[in-house]
């Protein structure tokens, strides 16, 4: 037990966890832009004719799909149908967002005036920078260094990287980043250029010196291209870098950086300071919790799961890989010559009821995002780098690159490691303590694909039960055909693993966030049977956007009740209070009946609403772990949102053809007055905010923003993705057979917990385990056959070429 004085109350709330423990266009450039409008062909075959739809000419697309519009007025905007819904637009517009110029003499064509002093200089100049802004980090390396202990530590271990040669191909690649948002910014300014003239025309390096500092290319071997490649490179023929791990998150709209290049957004439409990100949390987001008695926090923890599998962004570090602190130890901003580059503190105002008044802290740490180079080989603005594959593709278990990749396989029988704890076959442990808290006997810190995997333990739980779930598949495709290669046995299990995950992403976790009126507007349901299907679409771009990773799938955070009850044979065994007590420290893992209490907890325990309203926990303590405050996660999500220039939600309202909110009455009256005393115009609200305390859609879990959002990245994900894994074997080098497909089908997540549990607490299962157990989904024996099981058996010996010709000969619809 620790105190927290003098700050008694604070104490109690402490001590109350601790009882409760002990208890127990570019830039999403034209390409994009015409490849999703593209994608909607098939969508548009199904209602009217195009002609009709658009009588002047342009397709019948989504507006999402359209940045373009939002620079057409009003009344120049063609509304047309889609799906029999009357939301879309006729696009015509293209470049960059912006619409054609009215004429083309007017063009400001700066492409030309790339000559080669230009080049050399802006090169120079860049280069220069760097090398100011390296040997200022190396005089902080002196004492801005985050103190392990810190609660701020913990939030940069979620993006750290720990293996040293990695480390230095993530810092290699953002320094590359950052040079060419050095390059664009000289750029701008040499040229004078306006910033409508900046967003509008593309500037093209490829040919030049600076070319150095481009995405390299990836080399691609057909051969090996039968399976997906670790690091997701080579999926697209045509763009080999799209959806591959250190690669750039996509923008929907321009950014809303301050300088149109790189710098946060930080100012009010009104040119004042907006609200501080902590204002925003403290006063608009209330500890409370109110649930939604219908789905279980298995939502939310898959949720995570699969946010993790499709981004983790990085945030700087010193090059040895220790943190940067943004803030002094007792709380202050540092003098602006001390200060990082890249921090971004938040301000923490004197009378926060929280940090302010109770520990005196002025600077919350934040650290930014480091940048990626662009798979267009040019001039434009930052964006982020994702350091995992953004694909769907089981990331989190194998792995982004093939380093990572070979180290969490046996290479025998096509296993993964395990770690066998007293006969329980756990995820293999990590070499060191490096990525978790160890300061007590008998903690253990696991390895798996993905260095969140200790963060918190519900979340070590389901990586475990993936895991187990590979292990299982490779046993039984070994026993079924024996002449197996460690290889075949390998890829073959890792490739039913992802077809499994897509399904429950698909056809389980997703109608229930989005509802189902989303679902069929994007195409995203799945196909039923031996059916493939026939939505690929190679010119689509299926990277992962800063709207939605750094803003609309954060939707989860409000979905968390942070205790969660462990029950044995009915009776509550132990409450634990997971976050921030387990974060980063999962040792609990290795308790005999633990895994299966924590899997019974998150099919059984109700999540909570999507709103203003959050866990205690998550805006005081993530990360406290021993000390009195944690990081405030939800003044995190704003910042984030700031730092990847996302633009104020009222842009995404108007992106997606909704009206613009023109008074913070529009958000309704609970909220109006709030939001009028915090933010000075409506044009001004956050993305993460608005899209919180949205009216929920029909159907959805979330409004409509966040649900446009979500529903148009697995759209992208899905349609994107050449191995997606109902493709036909003319599209994907990994199909399945018809029959083999079928049996995909049949998977539920409920099949997988029960294959993968202990079975020492758990026996039962509700067939849809992401809804409560209730009359309509009791739950029955996971040894009974109601809720089906994948027949192996189809998987006995490989396809031969031979086998090919017949697919040609198999019904699609
Ligand atoms: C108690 C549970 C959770 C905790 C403590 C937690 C914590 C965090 C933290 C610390 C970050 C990094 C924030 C930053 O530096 O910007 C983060 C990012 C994120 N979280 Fe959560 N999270 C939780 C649950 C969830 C859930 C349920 C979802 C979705 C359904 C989710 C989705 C995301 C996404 C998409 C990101 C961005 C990842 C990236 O691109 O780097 N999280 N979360
Ligand atoms: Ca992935």
Known sequence: MFFCTPFSHIQLVVSYNIFKNSHRFTKMNWIHFWSLALLTNHVRSEVASPSKECPNGGKCTLPIWCPAHVYVKENEKEYCTINNNPRGICCNTGNKFMPPSPSSSARYNPETLLDSKTISAISRQSADSLEELRSNEHRLHQFAVLSETSPDFGLFTNSRTFDRAELAKVQHLADRGRRIALATNAFKKRRSLSDDQFDRESFEIASTSLSEDCLPEPDCVEELAVYRTPDGSCNNQQHPTWGQALTPNTKLLLPAYEDRVFEARKFSVNGQLLPSARTVSSRLMKNKDVFNGNYTLLLAQFGQFIGHDVSQSVDHSFRNSSGISCCTDSGDHWPERLQHFACLPIDVPPNDGFYGRHFGRRCMHFMRSVFAPDHDCRLGYAKQLDKVTHFVDASG?????????????????????????????????????????????????????????????????????????????????????????????????????????????????????????????????????????????????????????????????????????????????????????????????????????????????????????????????????????????????????????????????????????????????????????????????????????????????????????????????????????????????????????????????????????????????????????????????????????????????????????????????
Not at 442 to 468: E, M, P, Q, W, Y
Not at 699 to 716: E, L, M, P
Not at 752 to 773: H, K, S, T, Y
């Open 397 to 813: 278990i194998y792995g982004s690159s093939i380093e990572q990749q070979s180290d969490l396989r046996t290479f025998e029988n096509g296993k993964l490691k395990v770690f066998h704890d007293f006969g329980r076959k756990l995820l293999p442990l990590h070499e060191d303590s490096g990525p978790c808290i160890s300061d007590r006997g008998g903690s253990a810190c696991f390895k798996s694909g993905d260095t969140r995997v200790n963060s918190l333990i519900t979340l070590t739980a389901l990586h475990t039960v993936f895991h187990r779930e590979h292990n299982r598949l490779a046993q039984a495709l070994i026993e079924i055909n024996p002449h197996w290669t460690d290889e075949t046995v390998f890829q073959e299990a890792r490739k039913i693993l992802i077809a499994e995950l897509q399904t429950v992403l698909y056809r389980e976790f997703l109608p229930l966030v989005i509802g189902l009126e989303a679902m069929d507007l994007y195409g995203l349901r799945l196909q039923e049977g031996p059916v493939y299907a026939t939505d690929y679409d190679p010119e689509i771009e299926p990277s992962v956007a800063s709207e939605f990773t750094a803003g609309a799938f954060r939707f989860g955070h409000s979905l968390i009740e942070t205790t969660i009850s462990l029950s044995k044979g009915g009776r509550v065994d132990q409450v634990l209070a997971f976050v921030p007590e387990t974060m980063n420290y999962p040792s609990q893992m290795r308790r005999i009946d633990i895994f299966d209490m924590i899997l019974v907890a998150l099919i059984t325990q109700p999540v909570q609403q999507v709103d203003e309203n959050f866990n205690e926990n998550l805006q005081k303590y993530v990360f406290r772990f021993g000390n009195c405050f944690g990081v405030d996660l939800i003044s995190i999500n704003i910042q984030r949102g700031r730092d990847h220039g996302i633009q104020p939600y009222n842009r995404y309202r108007e992106l997606l053809g909704l009206q613009k909110f023109t008074s913070f009455a529009d958000f309704g009256p609970k909220y109006a007055k709030t939001l009028a005393s915090i933010y000075s115009s409506v044009d001004d609200v956050d993305l993460y905010v608005g899209g919180l305390l949205e009216e929920k859609a029909p159907g959805a879990i979330v409004g409509r923003v966040f649900q446009h959002i979500i529903a148009d990245q697995f759209a992208r994900l899905k349609k994107g993705d050449r191995y997606f894994f109902e493709n036909h074997p003319s599209i994907n080098p990994a199909y399945f057979e018809p029959a083999q497909l079928s049996e995909i089908r049949k998977t539920s997540m409920a099949r997988i917990i029960c294959d993968n549990a202990d079975r020492l607490a758990l026996g039962m299962v509700q067939p849809e385990v992401f809804r409560v157990p209730s009359p309509w989904n009791q739950p029955v024996d996971c040894r009974s056959n109601i809720i089906p099981s994948i027949d192996l058996s189809k998987w006995k010996a490989i396809p031969t070429d031979a086998d090919y010709d017949e697919y040609d000969n198999v019904v699609m619809e």
